[in-house]
């Protein structure tokens, strides 16, 4: 499905109905917006990982402007707060009230800022594996030098400091590098997951170069008021976990769960356990989740 959104076609996609019978009456559902990593990735890093979470959820997922299916613009136009306007915008289209919030990686920034721009328009805010500021990737580099390999090491910053020079140099880097970001490393799971996002080589290099290094939503934090999950993973190379746990300091009572057994995509190393953890939390009960991890 296609929406005209702030002048750019918007790609969006939907899970579940929103509107369900129980008993004698009709009940409305709660909505998730579900917002891809990358830049230059698209919703299906989440697809069939949130799809579970249908059986009581609407489920929103949108391709970013310039990202998947989305229509290639400017990318000088894909600011992060621009990207935020467009969840909005998207919101008033559909016709919904406040919404869950689900970000994961350059996503989960972009869900920072939303929270920042639009807290009316928030329930509940979940925020999966990303950072709040560009002190990530130092410590991505950190982190890289102590698991990498030398060849790895050696190519990683021409991803993260814009310096892809075509389609075929990106899909290069990510076969070099895709592995780091799984804890167990699964040749079919690898396979299937690194070829179904419809890439954007002009859009990631654009917001590496010049929005990365500018990002920062550390002085926002400590003003956002609604229930906010923060989700870390011990393995997880590129936002490890001292992201998470910042945020988890940052915001006022947020909560912390720490996946041990994953790289940067719980959701897909321990499936089940982080469906579990995102029901809990949706269902408004309190858990054991802490930085020693809710398991």
């Not at 949108?62 to 467009?86: H, I, K, M, Y």
């Not at 990530?136 to 190519?155: D, G, K, M, N």
């Not at 809990?280 to 020693?292: M, P, Q, T």
Request: aromatic share 10%; hydrophobic share 40%; charged share 25%.
């Amino acid at each position: 499905m296609f929406a005209t959104i702030n002048g750019t076609r918007l790609y969006f996609d939907m899970e579940g109905s929103g509107y369900v019978p129980v008993g004698e009456r009709m009940e409305a559902r709660p909505v998730l917006f579900a917002i891809h990593g990358g830049p230059g990735s698209d919703h299906s890093d989440f697809k069939p990982w949130l799809t579970p979470l249908a059986d009581r959820l609407q489920i929103v997922y949108l391709d970013q402007r310039c990202n998947g299916q989305s229509e290639r613009v400017d990318p000088a136009t894909c600011t992060l707060e621009q990207l935020a306007d467009d969840i909005e915008e998207l919101r008033r289209y559909l016709g919904f009230g406040r919404i869950h919030l689900l970000g994961h990686s350059f996503g989960g920034m972009v869900a920072q800022v939303f929270a920042a721009r639009y807290p009316d328009s928030l329930d509940k805010l979940l925020l999966i594996c990303t950072a709040p500021s560009r002190e990530f990737y130092p410590a991505a580099l950190e982190f890289a030098s102590r698991i990498a390999t030398p060849e790895q090491l050696a190519v990683i910053p021409e991803l993260f400091e814009g310096r892809i020079e075509d389609e075929a140099h990106l899909i290069r880097w990510w076969d070099v590098n895709y592995d780091l970001y799984f804890h167990v490393r699964d040749e079919q799971v690898m396979r299937e997951t690194g070829n179904r996002p419809i890439g954007s080589m002009e859009v990631a290099n654009y917001t590496f170069k010049h929005f990365i290094p500018q990002y920062d939503v550390r002085a926002s934090l400590p003003g956002f008021a609604m229930p906010t999950l923060i989700v870390g993973a011990r393995h997880d190379w590129i936002t490890p976990l001292s992201q998470a746990e910042e945020m988890h300091r940052l915001i006022p009572g947020s909560e912390l769960a720490v996946f041990e057994h994953s790289g940067h995509m719980p959701f897909i190393e321990e499936h089940e356990a982080f469906l579990d953890e995102l029901r809990r939390f949706l269902d408004g009960e309190k858990g054991s989740a802490s930085a020693e991890g809710p398991r």
